[in-house]
C-alpha cells in the first residue's frame, strides 16, 4: 500500500517526466518531418559549386546571346533565359541577367534628345510593366519549378510563332491610351512568371508606326524598366541580393563581347535571314522546354 502511494506521488510531483513521455510516443507514433531546403539556391550559393564546363557553357550563352543582340537589335534576356533554363531553374537564370539586360537596354535607350518624345507614346505601357511585374510576383512567387519551365516554353513558342509568320497589326494613337497599360500588365504578368519581356511587348511597340530608330529605342526603354521590374519583383522574393548582383555582372563581359561580334556580323550577313534562324531556334527551344516536363 504503501509503494503504491509513493508511485502516485512520484508521478504527481514529476510532470514533466510525463509530459517525456507523452512527446516520446507522439514522435513514435509520428516522426518529426524534415524541411526541405529552398528549392532556389541563391547565385552567390549556386556559382561555387558549379563545374568549370558549366560555368564556362553560362559564360557562352551570354557571349551568344549578346551575338543575336547585336545582329537584331533584342533578344538578349530571351536567349539568354531559354538556355540558362536548361541549367538551372528560370529564378536563378532570371538574377543573372539582370546586369547585362540593363547595361545594354540602357545603352539601346540613346540618344537622350530623343526620349521625351518616345516616353509620350509608351510611358502608360511603362506603368502597367511595373504593376504587372510587381503584382505577378506577389501572386505567383519566384519563377521555380514545372509550371515555371512550361511558362517559359509557352512565351518562346508564341513569341517565335508570332515572328515568323509576319503577322502585324496597327493601333491607332488614340488607342494606345487603352491598350498600352493594358499590354503592360500583361508584359509585367509573364515577366514575372518567365523572366521573358519580349512578350507581347514587342509586336504592340512594332505595331505603333514608329520609325525604325524610335522603334528601337522604345524597346530600349521597354526592356529597361522590365529588368529593373524584374529585379525588384526578384527582391520582393528574396530570390536576388548583391551577390546574384555581383555574380551577374561578370556576365556582363561575354555579352557585351557577344554584342560587338554581332555589329560586326550584320554587315556581312543578312539581319532578316539571321532573324529567322534565331525564331526557329526559339520555335524548338520553346518546344523542348515544354515537353521535356
Not at 51 to 70: D, E, H, N, Y
Not at 263 to 292: D, N, W
Request: proline share 7%; glycine share 10%; with cysteine.
Amino acid at each position: 500500500m504503501v509503494s503504491i502511494r509513493l508511485r502516485l506521488r512520484l508521478r504527481q510531483e514529476n510532470p514533466v517526466t510525463d509530459r517525456l513521455r507523452i512527446a516520446y510516443t507522439m514522435d513514435e507514433r509520428h516522426p518529426p518531418t524534415i524541411n526541405k531546403p529552398s528549392e532556389i539556391m541563391p547565385l552567390g550559393d549556386l556559382f561555387p559549386t558549379l563545374s568549370w564546363p558549366v560555368a564556362t557553357a553560362i559564360m557562352g550563352i551570354f557571349l551568344a546571346a549578346g551575338l543575336v543582340k547585336g545582329v537584331v537589335g533584342l533578344g538578349l534576356p530571351t536567349v539568354a533565359m531559354a538556355l540558362l533554363a536548361l541549367l538551372m531553374s528560370p529564378a536563378q537564370a532570371a538574377a543573372l541577367l539582370i546586369v547585362p539586360s540593363l547595361a545594354t537596354n540602357l545603352w539601346q535607350m540613346c540618344p537622350i534628345a530623343t526620349l521625351p518624345a518616345v516616353m509620350r507614346r509608351i510611358g502608360g505601357m511603362q506603368v502597367g510593366i511595373c504593376v504587372g511585374t510587381l503584382g505577378g510576383a506577389w501572386m505567383l512567387g519566384a519563377p521555380a519549378g514545372a509550371w515555371a519551365t512550361v511558362s517559359l516554353g509557352v512565351a518562346l513558342v508564341a513569341y517565335a510563332l508570332w515572328g515568323l509568320s509576319g503577322a502585324s497589326m496597327r493601333v491607332s494613337p488614340r488607342a494606345e491610351r487603352i491598350w498600352g497599360p493594358l499590354v503592360g500588365v500583361a508584359t509585367g504578368v509573364v515577366t514575372a512568371a518567365t523572366g521573358v519581356f519580349a512578350v507581347p511587348a514587342v509586336p504592340y511597340l512594332q505595331s505603333l508606326g514608329l520609325p525604325r530608330e524610335a522603334l528601337i529605342q522604345a524597346m530600349g526603354v521597354s526592356f529597361t524598366v522590365s529588368t529593373l521590374a524584374l529585379a525588384a519583383g526578384l527582391m520582393v522574393n528574396a530570390s536576388y541580393d548583391a551577390a546574384s548582383a555581383g555574380t551577374s555582372f561578370w556576365m556582363l563581359v561575354p555579352a557585351m563581347v557577344g554584342m560587338a561580334l554581332g555589329q560586326g556580323l550584320r554587315k556581312t550577313m543578312s539581319p532578316q535571314v539571321f532573324r529567322r534562324v534565331f525564331l526557329g531556334s526559339l520555335l524548338l527551344l520553346g518546344a523542348y522546354l515544354i515537353g521535356s516536363t
